[in-house]
């Protein structure tokens, strides 16, 4: 189970974005990588599809180690370390470190 999930918010802990924030919009588990909005801003030159789409230079969030982000507790609001709880129920339960609470 993986401790950061998609639109989960992120601060970003290494790097040039650290210590920005950033709504995760998706995850490659396979290469530990992650995308989060707004950050890791790379150019990506793009050819001429047809002319509704002209080529040219778009900027597109580059990927990020999941290690170099923290997830940020939308409880508490602290970029917090993640733990896991098994509930009665036998449901595995994300639990924020520093409240407690289940995110
Ligand atoms: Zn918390």
Known sequence: MLKIK??????????????????????EPARNRLYVEGINIVKKHTRQQDQNMPGGIIKKEGPIIISNVKLVCPNCGKAARVGFEVKESGVKARICRKCKQQI
């Open 6 to 27: 998609k639109n989960d918010r992120v601060e970003i802990i290494k790097g040039k974005d650290k210590g920005k924030t950033g709504k995760v919009l998706r995850i």
